[in-house]
């Protein structure tokens, strides 16, 4: 019993210094099998979709998906009781398949339900054949029942995260896309920039929430434009002098409404926003900063930017074609972009065209009137 409690004060300590969610599941499937002496333990999931339960953890196996009533696993999902089994191929609820395919030799098996904070089951926590000893005991099932109830919790935190996040998201491309019912720019524009600096940003090697940031921020871009009076972001055509004074305070806007808050999303946003018609060699707008001194999130998504607007069917311009695109991003590199992003983007064009390909838009109609360059993104 005290080698039982070394474990568990071992992986207490391992688990409280993990801030990965995803990674406490297979922290508690290696405590389980420790614990109770199992060769194996996987930890099921129910797909409600698909009516499946799959391990999102597994010892010993890829990944196993199964039908939601079938083996064991199955049977304590649909009645939410634990199962203790002596002899799997004696057990009529046992199902042969797994074992076939992976060439496994099931003995006996602990299972039981994860269960949310309603008491809904969620999930199976499994433990197959005992080590050292004929069978599981009782104090095996007490130890897995203990390390379930863990497990539960992790679930429900993550799924509850992942919702967090993906409300989060959906609030910032909605919010960034305020003017789309008078910008001809689409949500999946938006996206994309974000999904394009994310490429940029990885290739650099940044950490994985540092790429979330850029990729969340650069979307928010042209959010100022919300601030430009109809009179100029309406008008069909060119823009003149005056007009194009004003266009340009979106960039000034954008930083306006963004800055000065606590998150750093927000303080990398407004940034972005300010930014992202600076040019490397300095004749940008709107404070014609130059090189390094603009930040690294107001040069990747001006380069993201542009490569988008030129590839992009707009109702005042045809699509550019790949080559023509990467022919001018080539000949601003040290002009218009920054040199060392033009080179990661140049080694990465195929994912950019992968995004572009995956979040394509629908083609709006030509509309004949002459626009200037600077207005295409
Ligand atoms: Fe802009
Ligand atoms: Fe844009």
């Given at each position: 019993m005290e080698s039982k409690l070394r474990i568990l004060l071992d992986y207490s300590a391992k688990i409280n210094r993990e801030k990965n969610v995803d990674k406490i599941l297979p922290i508690l499937a290696d405590l389980a099998?420790?614990?109770?002496?199992?060769?194996r333990c996987s930890i099921f999931i129910y797909d409600k979709?698909?009516?499946?339960?799959?391990t999102i953890v597994a010892h010993g196996v890829e990944r196993i998906e199964i039908p939601a009533d079938k083996g064991i696993a199955g049977y304590v999902f649909q009645t939410g009781k634990e199962v203790v089994v002596e002899d799997a191929y004696k057990d009529p609820r046992f199902d042969k398949e797994v074992d076939k395919q992976t060439g496994y030799r099931t003995k006996n098996i602990l299972a039981v339900p994860l269960k949310d904070r309603y008491g809904q089951t969620i999930g199976v926590f499994q433990a197959i054949n005992k080590l050292n000893a004929d069978n599981f005991s009782k104090e095996d099932l007490d130890l897995l029942r203990h390390v379930a109830l863990y497990a539960s919790t992790t679930i429900e935190t993550k799924d509850l995260?992942?919702?967090l996040k993906k409300a989060h998201e959906d609030v910032i491309y909605r919010l960034s896309h305020a003017t789309k019912f008078k910008d001809p720019e689409t949500q999946n524009h938006i996206i994309r920039v974000g999904l394009y600096c994310a490429v940029l940003a990885k290739e650099i090697g940044w950490k994985e929430e540092d790429i979330e940031i850029i990729k969340l921020a650069a979307p928010m871009h042209d959010i100022g434009k919300v601030g430009i009076p109809d009179r100029v972001l309406l008008k069909p055509g060119k823009l003149n002098k005056?007009?194009?004074?004003?266009?340009?305070?979106?960039t000034i806007y954008g930083y306006e409404i963004l800055k000065g808050s606590d998150s750093k999303l927000l303080q990398v946003a407004a940034l972005v926003a300010l930014e992202h018609h600076e040019?490397?060699?300095g004749t940008g707008?709107?404070?014609g900063k130059k090189g390094e001194?603009?930040?690294i999130y107001g040069r990747m998504t001006a380069l993201s930017d542009v490569f988008d607007a030129l590839t992009s069917k707009r109702p005042y311009k045809p699509a550019w074609s790949l080559e023509k695109t990467i022919k001018f991003i080539k000949e601003n590199k040290g002009k218009h972009f920054d040199p060392d992003l033009v080179d990661i983007f140049l080694k990465n064009v195929s994912d950019f065209i992968e995004i572009k390909e995956r979040l394509k838009d629908e083609e709006?109609?030509?509309?004949?009137?002459?626009r200037d360059f600077d207005f295409f993104y």
């Open positions: 099998k420790n614990l109770i002496n199992a060769d979709n698909k009516n499946k339960l799959w995260y992942q919702k005056e007009e194009w004074e004003i266009m340009k305070k979106h040019r490397w060699d707008y709107p404070y001194k603009i930040s709006p109609e030509l509309e004949n009137i002459p």
